[in-house]
């Protein structure tokens, strides 16, 4: 059997850690990031809130650039609503991981998920990147969740609240969609998705 790597250090090139920094009270893991040994062009998709939180603002700007090779992530704080200090801090973030990879600043984007309108807790992140850099690996084997769902399920169409990442393996990935699809489809519903997508390729195939 072929094992195929998935996740964000699937293609060549790009390394991730996570580590608990101290933003959330228990041991679970609240500061990631992901690294591309090269810089590379980027996309972005943004909110469209009127009051966007202050790694949105910054990103946003850095993505003027049209380069990226670092993103540094937490959980347990929004960093929103925390105005000018709040820039500052996402700032502070995203020039701390540039100096130690030697990179410019612009090419750091932040996300930050979590309690809105307080300040980030800089000195428990300052302290934490140096640790989390030092993990860094193309397996990605530190990163568990940092920025994805309350519970490591996949949402099929329903709402659950964000408070952290998932980074797992494909297997994990396809044991947890099999178990979805089976709470909330029946066989019948299965068939008939088979059926659809069997007449499509015929179709296509016919053309």
Request: hydrophobic letters at 40%; charged letters at 20%; a positive charge.
């Amino acid at each position: 059997m072929t094992v195929r790597r998935v996740g964000v250090t699937a293609p060549l090139g790009f390394m991730a850690a996570g580590v608990h920094c101290g933003i959330k009270k228990s041991s679970i893991l609240d500061l990631a990031l992901i690294v591309s040994s090269e810089p590379g062009p980027i996309a972005g998709v943004f909110t469209m809130n009127r009051l966007p939180a202050a790694p949105v603002q910054l990103d946003r700007l850095h993505l003027r650039g049209g380069v990226g090779q670092a993103v540094i992530i937490n959980s347990g704080n929004a960093n929103a609503c925390t105005g000018p200090q709040g820039i500052a801090d996402a700032e502070e973030m995203t020039t701390l991981v540039a100096r130690r990879l030697d990179v410019k600043p612009q090419t750091v984007f932040v996300g930050s998920t979590g309690v809105i309108g307080q300040p980030l807790p800089m000195a428990r992140v300052r302290e934490g990147i140096p640790s989390l850099m030092a993990r860094a690996r193309r397996t990605g084997e530190h990163v568990l969740r940092v920025y994805g769902w309350s519970s490591p399920t996949l949402s099929l169409g329903r709402n659950q609240h964000a408070n952290g990442i998932y980074l797992v393996d494909e297997l994990e990935v396809r044991r947890t969609l099999e178990r979805e699809v089976r709470r909330l489809c029946s066989l019948d519903d299965l068939v008939g998705v088979i059926r659809g997508a069997t007449a499509v390729r015929r179709e296509a195939r016919a053309e």
